[in-house]
């Protein structure tokens, strides 16, 4: 039997060191993931506590009190799981925390993607040093794709560990962190492995479409609140289609090139590309100077930034048919997706 036992450990001992080396980057970057992690959640501090601090800014200390409403509106009215997440602060000192890497093909909407265990295929990657961003974005254009590393102001966990407010948050407006938490709180209740598109436009979705809500019963259905948001939403609606139309355009470019020459076929994107920029500042909308693209500091953007759109915004008017079916009640949307 002690036989049996110790063969059993031995293969067992084999075969995690076989799954090691093999997988030795995405361990070494898993270890890397985990410590960037911990150190946000062991230096972050309970939101009771930071309120007892008398030097916070008012605006800021209005605004954690704000997320515990957040917090209690989305479990309570939409049954999202309730968790010990934005229960704390990390101040990270107007400093970023996490950078994020995507990468595309250059002439085609394809992303370049990462298998994770239990994610499945991602089209993104995390990390908590800049350095470590750049030198696997180099690593990446020598691969001639389309790569972008640029910083987010929020992310989840997904219930592994205790997500933080990040004090960065606190420059938001109250609808917009309304929309951030409910958004994230929507990830740590339903996600789907390998469906990262979906996950996104579900939670972008419920996100927007709740944060209204949150804000009519909270302020006031006439509220400057209110307005200020539903303005803001008005904005992102004009500017997400505008930007879903263009990749559908720069989708056709692609496919009607033949046998041109590598550097014609981008030479024709990027002027395709600078089409649409300036198309942007031609928009009508309640606050253009969100949206200006400003020439000559920003450069041209690539096809990561096109697919940004479809991951975030492009299965909306999917999302908004099956709604239909719950008669604007989220509550039952959300159990029901739960079920599948």
């Known amino acids: 039997m002690k036989k049996t036992i110790k063969r059993i450990v031995s293969i067992l001992l084999a075969l995690t060191l076989a799954y090691i080396i093999w997988n030795y980057e995405l361990v070494i970057y898993g270890i890397r993931q985990l410590k960037g992690q911990m150190h946000i959640i062991s230096n972050a501090q309970p939101i009771d506590v930071v309120l007892k601090d008398s030097t916070l800014n008012q605006k800021y200390r209005n605004k954690l009190i704000l ?6 509106y989305a479990v309570d009215s939409l049954g999202l799981t309730e968790s010990k997440n934005y229960t704390t602060f990390y101040d990270q000192k107007d400093k970023p925390v996490l950078w994020v890497l995507t990468a595309c093909d250059p002439l085609k909407f394809k992303p370049y993607e990462w298998h994770f265990p239990l994610l499945g295929n991602v089209p993104y990657k995390g990390f908590f040093r800049e350095d470590l961003g750049k030198a696997a974005e180099i690593e990446l254009r020598k691969q001639v794709l389309d790569v972008n590393l640029s910083t987010t102001g929020g992310w989840s966990t997904l219930g592994w560990f205790k997500d933080p407010v990040l ?38 979705f419920i996100g927007e479409q709740e944060a209204i809500k949150f804000l009519a019963s909270n302020y006031g259905s006439d509220s400057e609140e209110l307005k200020a948001y539903i303005n803001f939403l008005e904005d992102e609606k004009i500017y997400g289609d505008y930007m879903l139309h263009s990749t559908d355009s720069l989708e056709k470019l692609y496919q009607s090139f033949k046998d041109e020459p590598f550097r014609e076929k981008m030479r024709l994107k990027y002027l395709k590309i600078l089409q649409i920029v300036q198309g942007i500042n031609r928009l009508n909308l309640n606050y253009p100077e969100r949206y200006t693209f400003k020439f000559p500091r920003n450069k041209l953007p690539d096809n990561t930034w096109f697919m940004s759109f479809r991951r975030y915004r492009g299965e909306q008017k999917k999302l908004e048919a099956e709604f239909e079916k719950f008669h604007g009640d989220f509550r039952l949307y959300i159990q029901s997706l739960l079920k599948k």
Not at 172 to 200: F, K, W
């Open 167 to 204: 004090s960065n948050m606190l420059k938001r407006s109250e609808g917009q962190l309304a929309e951030l938490i409910i958004h994230e709180l929507t990830h740590a209740t339903i996600y789907l492995p390998g469906s990262v598109d979906y996950n996104e436009n579900l939670a972008t």
């Open 67 to 72: 997320i515990e409403f957040i917090r209690k």
